[in-house]
Structures are given as C-alpha cells and as structure tokens.
C-alpha cells in the first residue's frame, strides 16, 4: 500500500512510513532467568529531556558503565554481563521510551541519545558505555559527538541510521525512495542539532574516537554480519572486532566468550585518545 501511495504522495507516504518506524511494538517481557538480577536493581525515575525513564543501578564502585539495550530491547536483556561487570563497578542501565518499564508509545534514536548524554552527566562521566543492536548505533553516535567519552563496546549493531532505514524500507517492501524520504522526516523530526548527531552526518577527525569493541555473530538475521566490517572500517579510532558462530541477535548477549571479551575490554588500559576528564 505505501509503495503506490508514495508515487502520488511521496511526502505524506514518507511522514506515514516515518510514523509507523517510531512504534516500537510488543514490550519483551523479563526473562525468568534475568529476574534475579532486575530484583537487584535500585530502579529510579529519570528525566531524559522531555521523556521520563526507568534507570537501574547496581553496585557503587570506582569503575562506570553504562548498558544501552536495542529497539524493542530492555535493561534486563544485559542481565548476564550486569552480573560479569557489577564487582568494582557501578553498573547503569535504562529502558528507552516506549520500551521495558519506561513510559511512552513511540521512540526514536534521538532519544537513547538524550538518555545517554543525561546519565553520562549524572555520574560524571562512563568508563565503559555497552550499546545492543540499536543501542550501539546510538552509543558509538553519542560517542562521536563528544556526549560520554568512556570506552565503546557495539554488539550486534547496523552501521548507520542510513541503513536502518533502507533495511525498514526493505523489510516492508517500499522502493529506496520511500527509505530517503523517512530519513527527511526523522531528520525534521529531531530537529537540526539531534539530527546531525544522529543521523551520520558528522564524524571527527581520524584518531579521536574513544576505543571501540565490535561484537557480533555470523548467525544474527536481524543485523547482517557484514554491518560489524562497516563498522569497523568506519570508526575514527582504535578499534577491534570479535565475531562469534550460533549466538544469533540476542543470544550473543550472554555468550560466556563475549562476557569476557567485554570483562577484559573494560578492565584494558585506556588509550591517549580515549581519556577525557571528569567534571
């Protein structure tokens, strides 16, 4: 239907496709494994810009870090690296908008970023900040535009919001076009300052990007593994990259090698590039 309504409405056909992308869906319920954990928590109530989010905490020590889950995700999908990090660490994770226990129908990545940059200056800053699938992309774009300046891990993450939309657009069966004209109308949406954090289109010089841990499974159907090389390649910064075989999208959340890989990644002396001070 959208497809022949864009060849004569192109610009309502886009807002509509744009409208129906900010609806997250079905909540994903708590797993009875990850239970234990979310009991643990000291959840609060935080105002990220004009959206209030549910914030869980664990532990009080030196070491920060931040957990930022995917579209349709929650907080207590880390429940298994909450357990690997929490000792030494203070351990941070939210539900975006219209996701877990947050409030809200619709969301866009503007604001995970918002999110991000409001705890990043809660704590005075992350040590470590763990970006899921969606999540990712918006951390290592918050990343970019100087809102947390600790070390990056991107786990099952697109490369760019540009292909989050042409994956849409495909996934619905609209034409390229119609993927060009929901960026426009996130882009408006967001507004000129969110939109060029967001949304690709500014990154800094070679070398000043913080460090960045590239996860991501041969077996994910919801990101195509080819997105972690993009990632990659693209990165403005010391970076590496971890695959793993039969984890799938969020499977590889628990992966025992993946917790250690992020154990180590986290505990790894910082580089030159990455160090910020704290305020």
């Known amino acids: 239907m959208l497809d022949i309504a864009f060849r004569t409405m192109p610009e309502v056909t886009a807002r509509v496709a744009a409208g129906l992308m900010l609806l997250p869906g079905r909540r994903m319920a708590v797993r009875p494994e ?6 643990r928590a000291r959840t609060t109530t935080v105002d990220a810009g004009r959206h209030r989010i549910r914030v869980h905490r664990w532990g009080d020590g030196e070491r920060r870090v931040l957990l930022v889950h995917g579209w349709s995700g929650r907080a207590a999908q880390f429940a298994a690296l ?30 995970w970023i918002e999110a991000i940059r409001v705890l990043d200056e809660a704590v005075g800053g992350f040590d470590l900040v763990v970006g899921h699938s969606f999540g990712g992309l918006a951390v290592r774009r918050a990343s ?10 991107s786990i099952a993450a697109p490369p760019s919001t540009d292909a989050v939309m042409k994956a849409y657009a495909a996934q619905a069966g609209l034409p390229d076009a119609v993927a060009s004209g929901t960026n426009d109308a996130l882009a408006r949406r967001l507004g000129p300052v969110m939109a060029s954090i967001a949304m690709d289109r500014s990154r800094p ?63 790894a002396p910082a580089e030159p590039a990455a160090a910020s001070p704290r305020g």
Do not use: K, Y
């Not at 990850?34 to 009991?39: F, G, I, L, N, Y």
């Not at 909450?82 to 660490?89: D, E, N």
């Not at 970019?144 to 891990?153: F, M, S």
């Not at 993009?230 to 090698?257: E, F, M, Y």
């Open 34 to 39: 990850e239970r234990p954990v979310m009991d």
């Open 82 to 111: 909450v357990s690997r990090l929490q000792p030494g660490a203070t351990v941070i994770a939210f539900d975006a908008p219209a996701h877990g226990a947050s409030r809200g129908m619709t969301a866009d990545i503007g604001m």
């Open 144 to 153: 970019l535009a100087g809102l947390v300046h600790g070390r990056i891990v």
């Open 205 to 267: 010089a070679a070398g000043t990007a913080a460090a960045l841990l590239v996860v991501h499974d041969d077996a994910d159907r919801a990101v195509p593994p080819v997105a972690a090389d993009a990632v990659v390649a693209h990165w403005p910064g010391p970076s590496a990259l971890l695959r793993t075989t039969g984890r799938g999208h969020n499977g590889i959340l628990a992966a025992p090698d993946v917790l250690d890989a992020v154990v180590a990644f986290a505990a």
